[in-house]
Nanobody, 125 residues
Framework: VQLQASGGGLVQAGGSLRLACVAS????????MGWFRQAPGKEREFVAT????????YYSDSAKGRFTISRDNAKNSVYLQMNSLKPEDTAVYYC???????????????????WGQGAQVTVSS
């Protein structure tokens, strides 16, 4: 499966952005989805994940209360609504897909099979 992320950009602190990730290819299989991010000089870190049916979500502490992950399986898409953005949210954001037959979610990078190319999010102070 191929993943294409979009929606990144430059925003002032306190603003909002919505990232989208569209899957193509083997979309007939079931995937849990996740968002990760990587800031310059730092390791890739988990942001949010959603189960294949969209019934379970899990967030990092830094994302909780500000970010919302959602999905539209009819459109093979997953979204990350980011509100109250802070300069420390500046990073390249990656969507990822994990082939699964369970209803759970996954919060570590090695658990994911497929990755998108990343979308740059820059938050100015």
């Amino acid at each position: 499966v191929q993943l294409q992320a979009s929606g990144g950009g430059l925003v002032q602190a306190g603003g909002s952005l919505r990232l989208a990730c569209v899957a193509s290819g083997d979309t007939g299989s079931s995937y849990a989805m996740g968002w990760f991010r990587q800031a310059p000089g730092k390791e890739r870190e988990f942001v949010a994940t959603i189960s294949r049916a969209g019934t379970k979500r899990y967030y990092s502490d830094s994302a909780k209360g500000r970010f919302t992950i959602s999905r539209d399986n009819a459109k093979n898409s997953v979204y990350l609504q980011m509100n109250s953005l802070k300069p420390e949210d500046t990073a390249v954001y990656y969507c990822a897909a994990r082939l699964t037959v369970t209803g759970t979610y996954y919060s570590t990078a090695p658990e994911y099979n497929y990755w998108g190319q990343g979308a740059q999010v820059t938050v100015s102070s």
